[in-house]
C-alpha cells in the first residue's frame, strides 16, 4: 500500500504561481511514475503532468511551459510548480503513485484525496 500526502493548494489570482507537494510513503517501487491530475466540477479527471522515477516527464498541452513537474527520489515527493495561472486551472488536483514497467502498472495504483486550487480572474 502507499499513501499519498497532498500540500499546496489555495486560492491566488489570475497570473500568480502555487507549488504542489505530494508525499508517498508506504512500500515504494524503485520504478514508479507519480503524477498530478485535475479535475474541474462537471469534467473528467485529466493528466496534468507526470514524472518517472528516472525523471522522464510528460505534461499536458494546457499546461506546457507553465507548469513543471519535478521529483526527490529521496524523499519519495513529487512536486508541481504552477506558473501563470489561468482561471481555467481551477480544479482539485489529485496526487498519483503507480508501480511503473513494461506490464503496467499491475493494479498498483493508489491516489491522493486531492487538493484545491482555485485561479481567481
Known amino acids: 500500500q502507499v499513501q499519498l500526502v497532498e500540500s499546496g493548494g489555495g486560492l491566488v489570482q489570475a497570473g500568480g504561481s502555487l507549488r504542489l507537494s505530494c508525499a508517498a510513503s508506504?512500500?515504494?517501487?524503485?520504478?514508479?511514475?507519480m503524477g498530478w491530475y485535475r479535475q474541474a466540477p462537471g469534467k473528467q479527471r485529466e493528466l496534468v503532468a507526470a514524472i518517472i522515477s528516472g525523471g522522464s516527464t510528460n505534461y499536458a498541452d494546457s499546461v506546457k511551459g507553465r507548469f513543471t513537474i519535478s521529483r526527490d527520489n529521496a524523499k519519495n515527493t513529487v512536486y508541481l510548480q504552477m506558473n501563470s495561472l489561468k482561471p481555467e486551472d481551477t480544479a482539485v488536483y489529485y496526487c498519483?503513485?503507480?508501480?511503473?514497467?513494461?506490464?503496467?502498472?499491475?493494479?498498483?495504483?493508489?491516489w491522493g484525496q486531492g487538493t484545491q486550487v482555485t485561479v481567481s480572474s
Open positions: 508506504g512500500t515504494i517501487f524503485s520504478v514508479n511514475r
Open positions: 498519483r503513485y503507480e508501480k511503473f514497467g513494461p506490464w503496467g502498472n499491475q493494479g498498483y495504483d493508489f
